[in-house]
């Protein structure tokens, strides 16, 4: 699975933006979804996951009540509609798919947990 997170670019702080993460050659409508984010100089870190019926949602703490993670089966595409950004959210995010037979439980918050991951777009949160 090729996943493609595009939607990043420079905003500024308490402004919108919305990632989309997409696959090509496979469908992602089975796989759980995660996005993490990595800030220069730091770990990367869970942001968000959703299941394959887009039920279930989980976040991080740091981002609950301002991101929201979604699917779209139909256009095969997951998406992170991110609000009140603040400039401590400047990272490369990157979304990542694990697949149904993985046999792992909900939610999966660990990047160990995705075995498939996208290239990363920048978000930069202006001050």
């Known amino acids: 699975v090729q996943l493609q997170a595009s939607g990043g670019g420079l905003v500024q702080a308490g402004g919108p933006l919305r990632l989309s993460c997409t696959a090509s050659?496979?469908?992602?409508?089975?796989?759980?979804v995660g996005w993490f984010r990595q800030a220069p100089g730091k770990e990367r870190e869970f942001v968000a996951t959703?299941?394959?019926?887009?039920?279930?949602?989980y976040y991080a703490d740091s981002v609950k009540g301002r991101f929201t993670i979604s699917r779209d089966n139909a256009k095969n595409t997951v998406y992170l509609q991110m609000n009140s950004l603040k400039p401590e959210d400047t990272a490369v995010y990157y979304c990542?798919?694990?697949?149904?037979?993985?046999?792992?439980?909900?939610?999966?918050?660990?990047?160990?947990?995705?075995?498939?991951w996208g290239q990363g777009t920048q978000v930069t949160v202006s001050s």
């Open positions: 990542a798919a694990d697949p149904p037979y993985s046999g792992r439980s909900n939610p999966r918050i660990g990047s160990d947990e995705y075995p498939y």
């Open positions: 959703i299941t394959w019926s887009g039920g279930s949602t």
């Open positions: 050659q496979r469908t992602l409508s089975s796989f759980a």
